[in-house]
């Protein structure tokens, strides 16, 4: 069963990354196999929850775009060095393929070969040299029989004929000497090896001289002409003259950079060969169209832009959101369940509920946690009663005093220490769209304003070169503070008249506090939107 990756939005927050995890479980006691991930850094905030409650922070996922590892590749197709070029060309043969990677000891990549440099070895080599092993030129010449003195054979292919009765030259290996005068002389003189054709029926006599005088012998059905036309097969495959450098491709690289460096090269096939140096086997390019598409469930959130790299490629097979219905797509039905309830996490709970699966202690924690979070406390008008409902009777399963947990969680993640401002404004951070123009909104929240009001020319800056650099039309930060539920507002001085439009304000100035402001979701991206939209 392929892993199932669960994770929230980018930037994620409390509620994202706590389902996630509550989510995550839900699913394997249910027999999936999940993992819960997160797509960034946690914040504060979250990190004083995990560590609190002691859970490990998810792993972090980087992408879902399919990989040469999700690819229906050929595996272990390869050429051991010493195997023969007999051997390599049926291999291609029968496995149907123009060339292969070739290996070394441990399956360490040494190079390529093709069946053209395997035709120009076949019609162009003249050497009479032979140098491989004693099996591999049984196996070439399709042995009947064979009596094997040496495991290796080296030396120099000759023709058999009468001359060669009083040679002495040991290091030849002689075709066709079915004369049984010129077989006993050459035995007695020990040459390397002799090749007997037309399956030669050998005495006992003979076959005694040979085991005598330890001499290789190969019995083959050829005739003299086809043994000297494919004997030099038998060589190794490494011996063949072949392109100095191969393309290769790693299991672990994206198939989208493996087409566009297929179509520049036009090569039909590519090794797949480890960072290590290890050959996994073969891709040729009309394989990329079969492939495992990576699995993942998201949670608290639903619009592309917001989820993680590659979300197009991957195969989505759940939603649970609490957000309005962006513009994603699926290539078939899914469980999508949305509620228009202040937190992820509210959804969760009913999930299990329907599951009949008791929720753990630590678990019900996690879950709390997301809610309060969301909700700050109750104090955000996306706060639902249901939320209200399900936070008391995880409270019940904790013990957790929800309104001291709750003030001490949101003011756990307020601090600002050591950040730049660029970095404040993305510690929450969204994208939205409307129509042809980007909005991002960011929210941070605080128990004071000082700090960011004595820094607040810093901050525009900042968000006028967010706003230039990444084409956004507008750019906000709202400040929220969690003592008085009100929010301070700060943006890019280009998006003044849209704001003053947003909110019904005469001559916004910067750090204008907006009372009662608290909810990204409802009280300031919709509003902010709507304006854009006519533009």
Known sequence: MDTIYVFGHKKPDTDAVCGSIALSYLKNQMGLKTEPRILSEI???????????????????NDVKTQIKDVKYKKNYFVKENESIYATYNY????????????????????????????????????????TSFDNLAITLNASSVFKHNNFVVGSVIVSHENLINNEDKDLI?????????????????????????????????????????????????DINKVVKIINLSNPIKSI???????????????????????RYKHTNYPVVSSKGICEGM??????????????????????SQSVDGISEANIIEIVDHHNIGNISTS???????????????????????QSIKIPEKIAALMLSGILSDTLLFASPTTTDTDKEVAEKLSKITGINISEYGLELLTSGVSIEG?????????????YTAGDHRVGVAQVFTTSFLDYKKNIKKYIEALNNISTNNNYKVV????????????????????????????????????????????????????????IEKV
């Open 174 to 222: 002689v075709i066709g000497a079915n004369q049984k005068e010129i077989l006993n002389a050459l035995i007695k003189n020990k040459v390397k090896l002799i090749i007997l054709t037309k399956n030669r029926i050998l005495t006992e006599e003979e076959k005694s001289l040979i085991n005598k005088h330890n001499v290789s012998v190969i019995i083959t059905p050829y």
């Open 241 to 263: 003259q072949r392109a100095s450098t191969a393309i290769c491709i790693e299991p672990n690289d994206y198939l989208s950079d493996f087409i566009e460096i297929s179509n």
């Open 476 to 531: 906000c930060l709202f400040v929220t503070d969690i003592l008085n539920n009100d929010s301070y507002l700060i943006y890019n001085e280009s998006a003044k008249k849209y704001i003053e439009d947003a909110y019904g304000i005469f001559n916004l100035t910067q750090g204008h506090l907006l009372k009662g402001v608290v909810s990204r979701k409802k009280q300031m991206v919709p509003l902010i939107l709507e304006v």
């Open 43 to 61: 914040n504060l905030e979250t990190a004083y929850v995990l560590d609190k409650f002691k859970v490990p922070v998810p792993k972090y996922l």
């Open 332 to 354: 078939s039905p899914i469980n999508f369940r949305n509620m228009s309830v202040g937190s992820v996490n509210t959804v969760i709970y009913y999930l299990f509920l329907e």
């Open 419 to 431: 950040l730049t401002e660029e970095e404040v404004i993305y510690k929450d951070f969204k994208t």
């Open 283 to 304: 891709l040729r390019v009309i394989d990329t169209s079969e492939y495992i598409k990576k699995n993942v469930i998201l949670v608290d959130h639903n619009d592309p």
């Open 92 to 131: 291609m043969t029968e496995k149907d393929v123009t060339g292969l990677p070739i290996v070394g000891s441990k399956n360490k990549f040494l190079g390529y070969v093709s069946l053209k440099e395997i035709a120009k070895e076949l019609i162009i080599t003249s050497s009479n040299v032979l140098d």
